[in-house]
């Protein structure tokens, strides 16, 4: 069975640090790409990072720029989102998915999905 299952979030104050981890049991995330996405009430669901299958190559929304740093593990088969600096406007469920596109303006090159992890960021 496919699966990916995100942890790492919780609540935390404006200024605070949260690291995230997207690992996969059933398959090889080294094998695809990687991104992460996330959803606030009432919002659509947005982009936020993406890393290649070799981890040489980012991209991250204009919003998390210089805050947030993906990576990958491909020894522990997971993927990891370190969110510096975090802002209330931050807050959202996020979720990790795997896909075949460098890409983080759509989520239908995306595959596989998890059930996501509560962000919340108290200002």
């Known amino acids: 069975q496919l699966q990916l299952v995100e942890s790492g979030g919780g609540l935390v104050q404006a200024g605070g640090s949260l690291r995230l981890s997207c690992a996969a049991s059933?398959?090889?995330?080294?094998?695809?790409?990687i991104g992460w996405f996330r959803q606030a009430p009432g919002k659509e669901r947005e982009g936020v990072s993406c890393i290649s299958v070799s981890g040489s190559r980012t991209n991250y929304a204009d919003s998390v720029k210089g805050r947030f740093t993906i990576s990958r593990d491909t020894a522990k088969n997971t993927v990891y989102l370190q969110m510096n600096s975090l802002k209330p406007e931050d807050t959202a469920v996020y979720y990790c998915?795997?896909?075949?596109?460098?890409?983080?303006?759509?989520?239908?090159?995306?595959?596989?999905w998890g059930q996501g992890t509560q962000v919340t960021v108290s200002s």
């Open positions: 059933g398959f090889n995330l080294g094998s695809y790409i």
């Open positions: 998915a795997a896909g075949t596109i460098m890409t983080i303006q759509s989520t239908r090159w995306y595959e596989h």
